[in-house]
C-alpha cells in the first residue's frame, strides 16, 4: 500500500478542433488517468483512453506532454483516414481502448486517497476535486463544418482541465 501514496488518480477534460480529408472535427474528451514520480520525472499514464502517457519535470510538464500526444495520435489519425464516419470510428475506438492496469491502479489510488486524504500533497492538494458524480467519462465527437452558423459560438468553448478524484 505505501506505493499507493505516490499515485494520484486524475480526470481530465480536453477540447479539439481537427481538420481531416474534407471535414473539419470537434472532439471533447473527459477520461482519467493515474500519476506518478518515477525515476525524478512525473509521468500521466492515460487509463481511458489508455495507451498514451506523458512525461516532464513536474506534474503541469506531464499532463502538457500528455496532452500533447493525445493530438498527435489525432492528428495522426486525421491524416489516415479519407472520411468523417471513419475517422470518428477510429476515435471512439481508440477512446474505448481502456488500460486495464492501469484502471487497477486508478480504483487502488482513489481508495487510499479516500482513507488518507492528508496523504494529498504537493500540486494535487491545490488541484480542484471531482466527486464521481461531478464528471462522465466519454467522448464527443462533431462535424463542425455540417453546423449552422448559430450552433458554432463560443458558448461551444471548454477549457482544458485537470482534476483530483474525491
Known amino acids: 500500500m505505501s506505493e499507493l501514496i505516490h499515485l494520484h488518480p486524475l480526470v481530465f477534460t480536453l477540447q479539439d478542433a481537427v481538420t481531416g480529408c474534407g471535414f473539419l472535427a470537434g472532439i471533447v474528451v473527459t477520461g482519467k488517468a493515474v500519476m506518478e514520480q518515477e525515476d525524478g520525472k512525473w509521468w500521466m499514464y492515460g487509463v481511458c483512453p489508455g495507451g498514451l502517457a506523458g512525461s516532464g519535470s513536474t506534474p503541469n510538464e506531464a499532463f502538457v506532454d500528455f496532452r ?3 493530438k498527435e495520435t489525432l492528428f495522426d489519425m486525421a491524416e489516415e483516414f479519407s ?3 471513419t475517422f470518428r470510428s477510429a476515435v471512439q475506438s481508440f ?3 481502456e488500460d486495464k492496469q492501469e484502471e487497477d491502479r ?3 489510488a482513489l481508495e487510499f486517497l479516500r482513507q488518507n486524504e492528508k496523504s494529498i500533497t504537493g500540486p494535487f492538494k491545490e488541484m480542484p ?3 464521481p458524480g461531478d464528471y462522465k467519462v466519454g467522448i464527443r ?3 463542425l463544418e455540417k453546423k449552422n452558423k448559430a450552433q458554432l459560438t463560443p458558448a461551444n468553448n471548454i477549457q482544458d482541465s485537470l482534476s ?3
Open 141 to 143: 465527437i462533431d462535424r
Open 95 to 97: 477512446f474505448a481502448e
Open 164 to 166: 483530483k478524484v474525491a
Open 129 to 131: 476535486r471531482k466527486l
Open 68 to 70: 500533447n500526444r493525445y
Open 106 to 108: 486508478w480504483e487502488k
Open 83 to 85: 472520411s468523417f464516419l
